[in-house]
């Protein structure tokens, strides 16, 4: 799996309005209906789920990075928005520390593609605990800056 083929590049925000942690999934879930990846008569649904997840459990990983997900039985592809807070976002973080980039990702919910979940998880978490890619991800000023290192990031991907 590669970001090309989960990043929504219309769902890239590379400045976050939000400061707080639900108004920032609320552009990151409007970012996705703005796409065309989610139906705007789901966009509530969505919201609602994404912050019953965050209930559970802070996605706020520390370093500066969160990624709230969830699965769906109506999601039917991997999709991730992306946004960036040059001021951070209270996200209720592990490390007590604003978040600088979110990864908002919807998954399927199906059993076939549980481990489509996994796989992205795994290549977000692979890139985010790179110093140096967090490190560019939150210099990055537009959404070709965005592009050029996910790009950069999936050529870096051994092949299997």
């Known amino acids: 799996m590669l970001f090309k083929e989960i990043v929504v590049e219309e769902a890239v925000i590379p400045v ?3 400061t707080k942690r ?4 609320a552009e990151l879930v409007d970012a996705l209906v703005a796409a065309g990846t989610i139906a705007p008569s789901d966009r509530d649904e969505y919201y609602k789920k994404v912050l019953a997840r965050e ?8 370093h500066g990075v969160a990624v ?3 699965k769906s039985p109506d999601i039917h592809a991997v ?3 992306i946004g960036i807070s040059p001021g951070g976002v209270e996200f209720n973080a592990l490390d007590r520390k604003p ?6 990702l919807m998954s399927p919910e199906s059993d076939p593609d549980v481990h489509l979940h996994l796989e992205a998880m795994e290549l977000i978490f692979g890139h985010l605990r790179n110093e140096r890619f967090r490190n560019f991800l939150r210099q990055a ?4 800056d965005v592009r050029t290192l996910l790009e950069e990031a999936d050529a870096s991907r051994p092949t299997t």
């Open 16 to 18: 976050l309005a939000a």
């Open 22 to 25: 639900d108004d920032a999934i």
């Open 55 to 62: 209930r559970k459990g802070s996605t706020g990983f520390g």
């Open 68 to 70: 709230p997900h969830v």
């Open 79 to 81: 999709a991730v928005a």
């Open 99 to 104: 978040v600088h980039s979110i990864f908002l």
């Open 141 to 144: 000023n537009s959404v070709e």
